[in-house]
């Protein structure tokens, strides 16, 4: 029902900044929390950053302070500005859009992901 597509990821030196975005389609999105999530090799998946409909933001305390989600439902669109980029920030990085539905079951989709690498 959506289809998710993230773009902007790369090599950066540490210290560095990237914006990621991921473009959505098939559905309007502002009825759905959208995040960003990470994982590193050897590592679980884990939350960066969420932003709800109402606009509240949920921060990883591992990014709070560098990292920045916003979203424009005009363009069906999530960002990710990423500041101050540190070498474990080093991940592919996944764009998810989620609600939760009746029973509280829970409505998510998943974007390919895009390689973030942080390194000297």
């Known amino acids: 029902q959506v289809q998710l597509v993230e773009s902007g990821g790369g090599l950066v030196p540490p210290g560095g900044s990237l914006r990621l975005s991921c473009a959505a389609s098939?559905?309007?999105?502002?009825?759905?929390?959208m995040g960003w999530y990470r994982q590193a090799p050897g590592k679980q998946r884990e939350l960066v950053a969420r932003i709800n409909t109402d606009g509240s933001t949920y921060y990883a305390d591992s990014t709070k302070g560098r990292f920045t989600i916003s979203r424009d439902n005009t363009k069906n669109t999530v960002y990710l500005q990423m500041n101050s980029l540190k070498p474990e920030d080093t991940a592919v990085y996944y764009c998810?859009?989620?609600?939760?539905?009746?029973?509280?079951?829970?409505?998510?989709?998943w974007g390919q992901g895009t390689q973030v690498t942080v390194s000297s």
């Open positions: 098939g559905s309007d999105v502002s009825i759905y929390g």
């Open positions: 998810n859009v989620f609600r939760t539905r009746t029973w509280g079951r829970l409505e998510d989709y």
